[in-house]
């Protein structure tokens, strides 16, 4: 696996975190306490790697970060682990860590550069279901995630539009995508041994579409 690899994911992510609704990460600022506990989610529904289908295929991602990643902070770090959808094949697996990584280019791999560490990757089903309307989004693997939101609203909002925000300046999956918020209602999460419980504040839902190319 190179860097001149053709690939392309396109689907869509969601995250839950520690931050204050709305999460200021997306808006390029400081966590909310200065640092953020994070699960991560992307359900891919259409992509390869090179000849290798990776359709339908999820990866979850959990794990803190300090300062602010988006500003070339000489201190913000991140640590994460990784499941990996265990119903893709070894090769599947293994081009989904490459591209998760950061390792072969796009925007994953300018997001991937700001991990100081990766704790772990493990196999383990992940389950995922999003409404349509997104009216909610939620991602399970079992025994030791369970994540989820409900879309925000509020006395003055349209009940027939959701909460969005357009250009966002801090966006985790790159630009040109369409933040929809919500309202945390699961946020357990199991994974590497340093990772310590929190109780989720933000949510948001996002489209991604990438490749090697994107920036």
């Not at 359900?43 to 999820?58: A, P, T, W």
């Not at 300090?66 to 094949?89: L, Q, R």
């Not at 950061?102 to 089903?125: M, T």
């Not at 509020?154 to 909460?163: L, Y």
């Amino acid at each position: 696996m190179t860097n001149e690899t053709n690939w392309h994911l396109k689907g869509e992510w969601f995250d839950v975190c520690s931050c204050s609704l709305p999460c200021p990460c997306t808006f390029a600022q400081s966590p909310t306490n200065g640092a953020c506990l994070f699960t991560l989610v992307w359900q891919i529904h259409e992509g390869h790697f090179g000849d290798l289908r990776l359709d339908n295929l999820g990866v979850v991602a959990l794990g803190e970060f300090a300062g602010n990643m988006w500003v070339g902070d000489p201190d913000a770090t991140m640590k994460v682990m990784f499941y990996i959808d265990e119903k893709g094949s070894q090769a599947q697996r293994d081009a989904l860590e490459e591209i998760f990584r950061g390792n072969v280019g796009g925007w994953p791999g300018k997001f991937g550069s700001l991990i100081s560490e990766v704790r772990d990757v493990r196999y383990a089903p992940i389950r995922f279901d999003a409404a349509k309307d997104l009216a909610y989004w939620r991602a399970s693997v079992p025994g030791k995630v369970s994540v989820g939101a409900t879309a925000l609203t509020g006395p003055t909002s349209d009940p027939n539009r959701r909460v969005q925000l357009i250009n966002a300046p801090g966006a985790e999956v790159g630009p040109g995508q369409v933040a929809t918020w919500g309202v945390v209602s699961d946020d357990r999460v199991r994974g590497f041994d340093f990772s310590r419980e929190y109780r989720g504040g933000s949510s948001k839902h996002f489209p991604f579409d990438w490749r090697p190319s994107d920036k």
